[in-house]
């Protein structure tokens, strides 16, 4: 099994910053699990349906970005603290969402977006953007 477990959610304003940090454990460390596994940002404004962020393969750190955030959320390694991490940068109320942390263990390719794609959830953190 893996468990996910996010941090770092809040409320900010337009225009602010914050980073959001995935802490990992369980299988993802059986090296034939680590060397294919993807973790994934997705997020879920009230209302709409759960979509795709961003994901980094955790082998060598490549990562994938959906284009409605690319310039302003980067995600990244925390080696110290051993975390998988979203900054988020220019945050917009319509960034306003619960974010997840979701990890595909057998992943076809980087690019995958689709909830279904994913096999592990954390409960999520909530992100409130203000304007």
């Known amino acids: 099994q893996v468990q996910l477990t996010e941090s770092g959610g809040g409320l900010v304003q337009a225009g602010d910053s914050l980073r959001l940090s995935c802490a990992a454990s369980?299988?993802?460390?059986?090296?034939?699990?680590?060397?294919?596994?993807?973790l994934g940002w997705f997020r879920q404004a009230p209302g709409k349906e759960r979509e795709f962020v961003a994901a980094?393969?955790?082998?060598?750190?490549?990562?994938f970005s959906a284009d409605s955030v690319k310039g302003r959320f980067t995600v990244s390694r925390d080696v110290a603290a051993n975390t998988m991490d979203l900054k988020m940068d220019g945050l917009k109320a319509e960034d306003t969402a619960v974010y997840y942390c979701?990890?595909?263990?057998?992943?076809?390719?980087?690019?995958?977006?689709?909830?279904?794609?994913?096999?592990?959830w954390g409960p999520g953190t909530q992100v409130d953007v203000s304007s």
């Open positions: 369980g299988r993802v460390f059986d090296r034939l699990v680590f060397d294919r596994l993807v």
């Open positions: 980094m393969r955790q082998s060598d750190d490549t990562t």
């Open positions: 979701a990890a595909d263990l057998n992943p076809t390719s980087l690019s995958n977006t689709d909830v279904s794609d994913y096999n592990y």
